[in-house]
Antibody
Framework: EVQLVESGGGLVQPGGSLRLSCAASGFTFSSYWMSWVRQAPGKGLEWVANIKQDGSEKYYVDSVKGRFTISRDNAKNSLYLQMNSLRAEDTAVYYC?????????WGQGTLVSVSS | QSVLTQPPSVSAAPGQKVTISCSGSSSNIGNNYVSWYQQLPGTAPKLLIYENNKRPSGIPDRFSGSKSGTSATLGITGLQTGDEADYYCGTWDSSLSGGVFGGGTKLTVL
């Protein structure tokens, strides 16, 4: 059974940093692109970033470029999102998702709140 | 403002049929596969349709997808109260080099 479990969310002050993790199991992690998607409270889905199987390609939504870094550790079956210079508008539930042409499995999400 | 355009809400009676549209451009829907996601209240999104019209294992054939040019449509027949959810279309945008979603459509089964 495919499982994706996010962790690392919490309350952080504007300008602060957080590192999200996503532990994957039930599939060959190193064979798939992986993505982060976020959802602000009461709002729709927003794609944030994705990463190729070997980490050689990464793509980001414009609003996080230069502040967020997606990475992965295939030996640990884990996906990460390093978030720096956080802003109030980054407040959202962050989901990791297995990617291909579609996001076929999603985690339960982890809440990031940016507030003073 | 989302790159893909969906109606904010649709409604229909139990047993009836509803369609949800998703409009884009040549850089996204026009040249890439479209997928659809269902998000029940308080839960994570779930893949409903992929590659325009394919259903993952376990998704009933009451759900269907189609694509024509730069638009896509999700159809749901035999509506049930359990279908009440937010529905999102998504695809890759070749110009943005990123994923894009529609703003979401809230389905109410009256």
């Amino acid at each position: 059974e495919v499982q994706l479990v996010e962790s690392g969310g919490g309350l952080v002050q504007p300008g602060g940093s957080l590192r999200l993790s996503c532990a994957a199991s039930g599939f060959t992690f190193s064979s798939y692109w992986m993505s982060w998607v976020r959802q602000a409270p009461g709002k729709g889905l927003e794609w944030v970033a994705n990463i190729k199987q070997d980490g050689s390609e990464k793509y980001y939504v414009d609003s996080v470029k230069g502040r967020f870094t997606i990475s992965r550790d295939n030996a640990k079956n884990s996906l990460y999102l390093q978030m720096n210079s956080l802003r109030a508008e980054d407040t959202a539930v962050y989901y990791c998702a297995r990617s291909g042409q579609q996001l076929d499995y999603w985690g339960q999400g982890t809440l990031v709140s940016v507030s003073s | 403002q989302s790159v893909l355009t969906q109606p904010p809400s649709v409604s229909a009676a139990p047993g009836q049929k509803v369609t949800i549209s998703c409009s884009g451009s040549s850089s996204n829907i026009g040249n890439n596969y479209v997928s659809w996601y269902q998000q029940l209240p308080g839960t994570a999104p779930k893949l409903l349709i992929y590659e325009n019209n394919k259903r993952p294992s376990g998704i009933p054939d009451r759900f269907s997808g189609s694509k024509s040019g730069t638009s896509a449509t999700l159809g749901i027949t035999g509506l049930q109260t359990g279908d009440e959810a937010d529905y999102y279309c998504g695809t890759w945008d070749s110009s943005l080099s990123g994923g894009v979603f529609g703003g979401g459509t809230k389905l109410t089964v009256l």
